[in-house]
């Protein structure tokens, strides 16, 4: 269930045999032993949930990984590598954070969004808005918009490709992909909002939902593995995606985000900082068919380590789901030395 590599074999992710730790850092290795010992037990105390867990010393490259090359669904952790595609643009000079765009009725996406919520009142935004609420606040309407304005989902996988990313595809939208998971027809702005969107979704019978989750979790597409969220988050603190301005703009977007403060967050050790990006499904018919976080810590002495944890089909209720997160990162935190 676990391996834990140097940076170049992670590369071989799949490759699945346990290797002696190994770290090419100045910084202590990490205590696999700890992390096999306490991850399996939090993995146990998940069940029936499934969990995927990764860290990554960013100096040397090693890494630990327990189900490490799994492709689980995302949900709103694509938001960061979008907000990555979004500014390449703007490093390119194709696209302006001071560019304005003007929402209709088509743009507008299910919850969570309060751009939805705002419009009409409120329908012009700038690109630098619309990204501060895509990573801030996990708004599906911004990001539905910011992804149309740089081509669409096939464009952002692209660029992921072209950055050596291979384990992360993102493929719909927003306003695609939330009405499919629960076995809904295509969203219409009647559903706009969360009580209204709920509303429809409950209208649904219970078999074509149950039917729909179900197909939503073994779809491969909009997924990740650990391997390939930990290779994002690498690159994205080495200043191999972006500009340094760019790189620093996307992550203070993911320090400044208040959403998830009772998971990877509520797990680090005083004096830590954290930059990420979570990424939650609606609760229905008692289970929660995603709930992920992944970000970079950085400790108090300035190691910096990136962190994943995907959790899929919890029937567990929020405090349970979040806290699982945050023990993951105690132990983490202990793992590291």
Known sequence: MRLIVP??????????EPAMPQTGARTPPLDAALLDQEIGVIAQRAQPARIEVAVQNL??????????????????????????????????????????ITLGEADISPAQSRIADAWPERATYTVRELLVWTVGDSDNTAADVLMRRIGGPGAATAWLRSKG??????????????????????????????????????AVPEATRRAATARYLADPRDTATASGALT???????GELLTPRGTALLLKLMTDTTSGETRLKAGLPPGARLAHKTGTAATDLGMTPVVNDIGIVTLKDGRQYAVVVFMTETTADEAAQDAIIADIMRVIARAAG
Not at 9 to 14: D, S, W
Not at 67 to 87: E, R, T, Y
Not at 171 to 181: G, S
Request: proline residues 4%; charged residues 25%; aromatic residues 12%.
């Open 7 to 16: 940076l170049l074999a992670a590369l071989f992710l799949a490759a699945c």
């Open 59 to 100: 100096e040397g490259g090693e890494m630990w990984a327990w189900n490490g090359d799994k492709a689980f669904p995302m949900q709103s952790v694509f938001k960061a590598p979008l907000a990555a595609a979004v500014l390449a643009e703007v490093d390119a000079g194709r696209l302006s954070l001071d560019e304005v």
């Open 165 to 202: 990313i291979k384990e992360i595809r993102i493929d719909r939208y927003e306003r695609e992909l939330q009405p499919e998971t629960h076995g809904m027809e295509s969203f219409r702005i009647a559903w706009k909002g969360w009580p209204a969107f709920e509303a429809a979704m409950y």
């Open 232 to 238: 994002f988050l690498r690159k994205l603190s080495a």
